[in-house]
């Protein structure tokens, strides 16, 4: 609590008659203010005040940053779960026409009599998914694993493709 004494005069002659007026006053929660102490006061608090809300909102900043990782990594492993599904359909894929090269076309062009010109043969998918390479989004991997964000070989041979990618294009 503040007690606004409108004069230093006033204060002054009060601490005169009464040198332990400020400790009583101190220890009863008091805060004896006069024009200049009360300005002090109220920046003080409107100080503190604004730190409040700084404090919040970098504590709401920081629980956001944090659940963005933590979905970030569950994305990563979803994005690593695709691509593996991927090159299995490719290789399906690719099983599926060889079969059908070597097995099927052959009995089924000697059955009707066909010249080899009358059947086509699909082509074979000869590319694969890119691996994940950031070492945050590698399954079982992030801070607390304690990867030390080293690079595999097979992330450096990603990487490597990249660049001959784009300097093709």
Not at 59 to 73: I, K, P, S, V
Not at 94 to 108: D, F, H, Q
Request: hydrophobic share 40%; net charge negative.
């Amino acid at each position: 609590m503040v007690c606004f004494l409108p004069a230093e005069s006033i204060l002054a002659a009060a601490l005169s008659a009464d040198p332990a007026l400020l400790d009583y006053s101190l220890s009863r929660n008091v805060v004896l203010a006069s024009p200049s102490t009360l300005l002090a006061v109220l920046k003080s608090v409107a100080f503190t005040w604004r730190q409040d809300v700084l404090t919040d909102s970098a504590r709401e900043l920081f629980e956001l940053a944090h659940q963005l990782y933590e979905r970030m990594g569950t994305l990563g492993e979803n994005v690593t779960k695709l691509g593996a599904s991927l090159k299995t359909s490719v290789d399906r894929y690719n099983s599926m026409v060889g079969t059908l090269e070597a097995r099927v076309l052959p009995t089924a062009r000697k059955l009707n009599a066909l010249d080899a010109a009358g059947l086509t043969t699909p082509a074979a998918v000869e590319v694969t998914p890119r691996s994940v390479a950031a070492p945050e989004l590698q399954p079982g991997s992030g801070p607390e694993a304690g990867s030390g964000g080293r690079a595999t070989e097979g992330s450096l041979n990603d990487a490597r493709g990249d660049e001959d990618r784009e300097s093709a294009a």
